[in-house]
């Protein structure tokens, strides 16, 4: 048995020795769970910088390296290698399906696309210009008005059927939003295609005329889904985490994830990037916009570059890059005006001294916004694709969390810097 390493922390000149775990890979921790016992301290650390608020065996990044493994396997070998649900399988369960559990996989998920016919009325409240990622929100949070009879989270069945008509029905609801703002008619899943072909049928597709999605075009998009699955413990992920840690409901917390994620400093930067580019409209511009990036009193930021974690290049813009060669080469768009902008945008960044010195490589928003719009995704959907993607890594740590007999409900402290007691004095006196 090894000896327990400790670190020793002098806080006016006591010492106190905190045990140090190391995990399977990556950095060793610190445990100050004992330290405001101890000392009468919090630790502070805003934005989490340093700190890891769980254990986990879903996914593991190192920033340095450009690596990103779900559950071991490398991302760039799952996103050449396997399907969509393969992989949902893999971040849910621990590891790859074999052909009978990928079978029955598909069977449940394709046994679980539809939603009850009520929660398509919840659209005809929304505005018909509402942003899609406000659909979601609330449609997702929804969802548990229909299934009381499965919401208990102590019961591991209840949470793997919720996981289930998550991954089955956003989809579904994402290609409702879409049809909604086009003021088209909802398409029902059709049960005879693969997951992600079925949404491009929800999307794409007409009462009026069968929809064959093109094969390409689905395992590019496939891919996409793929890249974005899980990964670590990301701000919507930590998000699902709180909410769940508090035992709500996890229709309540995916839809947290979702409010989240949203944010431009986070999936929404899908969004933003490509309006960048539009903004940006010309390579001469270039140079103005990298001026403006670099200027401090000026708040904007090159969208889709830089990263808390990645200190080289994410793995996922690499092959976001390369599959949006693939999706522009076999619609004829290999000229693309924003492909072609994004990759002299993405050149001139990466020799400037700003982005070398703090490190800001392009992230998997970079190159994802310029291929979802080849493929017919408005921009304001962006991110409810990176939604319904995500929801696999969101579900699979919101279970691992739920299934930890260490988690308790998160409940962080503060440094508190306001105003000290005081006496209320009346009005006319103040
Ligand atoms: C995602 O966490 C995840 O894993 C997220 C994600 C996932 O899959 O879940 O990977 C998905 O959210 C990708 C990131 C998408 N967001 C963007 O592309 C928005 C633009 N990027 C930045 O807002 C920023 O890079 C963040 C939010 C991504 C990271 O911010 P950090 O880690 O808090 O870093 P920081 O803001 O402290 O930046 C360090 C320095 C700062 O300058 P100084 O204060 O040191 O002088 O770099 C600068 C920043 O001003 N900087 C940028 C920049 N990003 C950071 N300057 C110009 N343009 C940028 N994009």
Redesign the pocket.
């Known amino acids: 048995m090894d000896k327990q390493r400790n670190a020793t922390l002098n806080v006016d000149g006591k010492s106190i020795d905190l045990p140090i775990y190391s995990g399977s890979i990556g950095p060793d921790v610190i445990d100050i769970r004992s330290l405001y016992a101890k000392t009468g301290m919090f630790t502070f650390d805003p934005?989490f910088v340093s700190t890891a608020a769980c254990k986990s065996d879903i996914t593991y990044?190192d920033g340095d390296e450009g690596v990103l493994l779900y559950r071991g396997y490398p991302i760039e070998q799952l996103a050449m290698k396997c399907d969509f649900l393969e992989v949902a399988y893999l971040i849910l369960h621990g590891e790859l399906p074999n052909a009978k559990q990928k079978g029955e996989f598909d069977s449940i998920i394709k046994n679980h696309t539809m939603v009850h016919d009520q929660l398509t009325r919840f659209y005809s409240g929304f505005r018909r210009d509402a942003h899609p990622m406000a659909i979601l929100v609330g449609v997702v949070g929804a969802l548990s008005a229909f299934y009381h009879e499965a919401m208990d989270i102590s019961d591991e069945y209840h949470r793997t059927v919720s996981a289930h008509r998550l991954i089955a029905k956003l989809p579904n609801i994402t290609a409702m939003a879409y049809k909604y703002n086009a003021g088209q008619p909802f398409m029902y899943p059709r049960n005879d295609l693969s997951y992600t072909a079925n949404f491009m049928h929800m999307m794409f597709g007409t009462p009026c005329e069968k929809y064959e999605p093109n094969p390409v075009l689905v395992r590019a998009l496939d891919r996409i889904l793929i890249l974005?699955a899980d990964?670590?413990q990301?701000?919507?992920?930590s998000t699902v985490r709180l909410a769940g840690s508090s035992g709500a409901n996890p229709f309540a917390c995916i839809s947290s994830g979702i409010a989240c994620l949203w944010g431009?400093?986070?999936?929404g930067?899908n969004e933003?990037?490509l309006n960048m580019l539009e903004e940006i409209g010309d390579v001469s511009r270039v140079g103005e916009f990298i001026k403006r990036?670099?200027d401090?009193d000026d708040p904007f930021?090159?969208?889709?570059?830089?990263?808390?974690?990645y200190k080289n290049f994410?793995p996922r813009a690499k092959l976001m890059r390369e599959t949006c060669h693939e999706v522009l080469n076999e619609l004829g768009l290999q000229d693309d005006r924003l492909f072609k902008l994004a990759i002299a945008l993405e050149k001139i960044a990466l020799e400037d001294d700003y982005f070398i010195s703090?490190k800001?490589y392009p992230?998997?928003?970079?190159y994802s916004g310029i291929v979802q719009r080849a493929l017919g995704i408005p921009v304001k959907l962006f991110t409810g694709i990176f939604a319904m993607a995500?929801t696999v890594g969101w579900i699979a740590q919101w279970n691992e969390m739920i299934g930890d007999p260490e988690q308790k409900i998160g409940r962080p402290r503060q440094l508190f810097t306001g105003a000290t007691q005081r006496d209320v004095i009346a009005m006319d006196k103040r």
Do not use: Q, W, Y
Not at 234 to 237: F, G, K, Q
Not at 301 to 309: D, S
């Open positions: 934005g990044i974005h990964h670590e990301n701000a919507s992920t431009p400093a986070h999936g930067a933003a990037c990036a670099k401090k930021k090159l969208m889709g570059f830089g990263h808390r974690v994410d703090k800001l992230n998997v928003d970079f995500r």
